[in-house]
């Protein structure tokens, strides 16, 4: 799983969304990429899958971008636990995402193939997601 090799605090406030995505907001690198469409947490087994899956399908030829990292930790408390013993320890790592943000970018695809994969790989995510096309090549 993707996790940050240091950290300057072990862990963090759930903190607040932004509206919109500040930054990270167009496709840049590929043809295609996956846009999100609601704010959430993405967990590192999320990316994970998605990389698989875009592993899969630009094995031949291709190239795919994760556009995002988990570098958020995410505690959890063990099971039946009363209140007021402090925070739980680290479970895992998410990627915090706003409205806009790219998430995922393919190139070397045909448009079908393109769009396949990545609504292969909005399956995978907790957010609702947009397929986009790079109108700046």
């Known amino acids: 799983m993707l996790a940050p090799k240091r ?3 072990r862990k ?3 903190g607040i ?5 500040v930054k990270g907001d167009r496709v840049n690198f590929g043809s295609y990429g996956l846009k999100s469409m609601t704010s959430g947490w993405i967990k590192d087994r999320e990316i994970e899958a998605v ?7 630009t094995r031949k030829s291709g190239k795919f971008w994760i556009r995002i990292f988990p570098d958020k930790p995410f505690t959890k408390k063990p099971p039946e636990v009363t209140m007021g013993a402090g925070k739980g320890d680290v479970a ?6 706003t409205p806009g943000r790219i998430l995922f970018e393919v190139d070397g695809l045909n448009e079908t193939e393109s769009r396949k994969v990545l609504s292969n790989a909005a399956s995978k995510l907790s957010v609702k ?8 090549e």
Do not use: D, G, P
Not at 17 to 21: E, G, N, P
Not at 92 to 97: D, E, K, N, P, Q
Not at 129 to 136: D, E, G, L, R
């Open 7 to 9: 950290q300057k605090y």
């Open 12 to 14: 963090q406030f759930r």
């Open 17 to 21: 969304w932004r509206r919109l995505a």
């Open 51 to 57: 990389r698989v899956v875009f592993a899969r399908a």
């Open 92 to 97: 895992y790592f998410v990627a915090s995402v």
């Open 129 to 136: 997601t947009k397929i986009m096309q790079n109108i700046y």
